[in-house]
C-alpha cells in the first residue's frame, strides 16, 4: 500500500527541548512538505523540498529546521528556538509542484508540557 | 500573494441537504485543489481542476477561471460528509496558499 505515514502521532515537548517528527512517503515522489495548522487559520508552509539533499524555507521556517536524505524521508525537528510549538503537523508529497496533487499524512499533535 | 476566501466559515445542514461551500482568490492561477480534512485530522485531496467542472460521486467542484472563484458542491449531504473543506490555489514554485477552511456539520 503506497503512502505516507506520520510519527508519532502526539508529541510532548519540554521547554527547551528539541523534537524530531518524522514523515516517510512510498509513492516515490520528489517532492516533499511540511505543514503547521493552528485553530481557525490556514494551512501554513513551513519547509518543502523538490529532490533529494536540497530543501527550502516556507513561510514560518523560524525556529525550524529539516533534511532530506533520502527520497523516502523528510523528517522536521521543533527547535527550541521555536517559542510557540503547540499546534498539528502535516507533512505532504507530490509528484512535483504546486499543481499536481498533495497526498497527505495523519499528522502530528504536539503538545508542550 | 495569492489571498485565498472561503465562504462559509460555518455550515450546518440537515441529512439530505445540497451544500455549496465557495472560494474566492486574487491572482490568476492555472489549477485549484479542493481538500477534505476529516475530525481525526487526515486530509485527502478530493479534486484539482482547472476549468469547467469535475464530478466524483455526491461531490461536484466547478471554477470560473475569469471570476476566479470556485465552489464545491455536496449534493444529498450525508452525516459523513461533516468535516472541513479547504480550497488551495498555487503559489510560486511548489507552494500552495490555502483557504481557512468551511467546517460542514450534517445533522441525522
Known amino acids: 500500500d503506497g503512502g505516507i505515514t506520520q510519527s508519532p502521532k502526539y508529541l510532548f515537548r519540554k521547554e527547551g527541548q528539541n523534537v524530531t517528527l518524522s514523515c516517510e512517503q512510498n509513492?516515490?515522489?520528489?517532492?516533499m512538505y511540511w505543514y503547521r495548522q493552528d485553530p481557525g487559520q490556514g494551512l501554513r508552509l513551513i519547509y518543502y523540498?523538490?529532490?533529494?539533499?536540497?530543501?527550502q524555507k516556507g513561510d514560518i521556517a523560524e525556529g525550524y529546521s529539516v533534511s532530506r536524505e533520502k527520497k523516502e524521508s523528510f523528517p522536521l525537528t521543533v527547535t527550541s528556538a521555536q517559542k510557540n510549538p503547540t499546534a498539528f503537523y502535516l507533512c505532504?508529497?507530490?509528484?512535483?509542484?504546486?499543481?499536481?496533487?498533495?497526498?497527505f499524512g495523519p499528522g502530528t499533535r504536539l503538545l508542550v508540557l | 500573494k495569492n489571498e485565498v476566501e472561503q465562504s462559509p466559515q460555518n455550515l450546518t445542514a440537515q441529512e439530505g441537504e445540497f451544500i455549496t461551500i465557495n472560494c474566492s482568490y486574487s491572482?490568476?492561477?492555472?489549477?485549484l485543489h479542493w481538500l477534505q480534512q476529516h475530525p481525526g485530522g487526515g486530509i485527502v485531496s478530493l479534486f484539482m481542476?482547472?476549468?469547467g467542472k469535475k464530478k466524483h460521486g455526491r461531490l461536484i467542484a466547478t471554477i470560473n477561471i475569469q471570476e476566479k472563484h470556485s465552489s464545491l458542491h455536496i449534493t444529498a449531504s450525508h452525516p459523513r460528509d461533516s468535516a472541513v473543506y479547504i480550497c488551495?490555489?498555487?503559489?510560486?514554485?511548489?507552494?500552495?496558499?490555502f483557504g481557512k477552511g468551511t467546517l460542514l456539520t450534517v445533522n441525522p
Open positions: 505532504a508529497s507530490s509528484i512535483a509542484g504546486a499543481e499536481e496533487t498533495q497526498y
Open positions: 509513492l516515490n515522489h520528489d517532492a
Open positions: 523540498s523538490q529532490i533529494v539533499n536540497d530543501f
Open positions: 491572482v490568476g492561477i492555472s489549477a
Open positions: 481542476l482547472s476549468s
Open positions: 488551495a490555489v498555487p503559489g510560486s514554485n511548489y507552494k500552495l496558499t
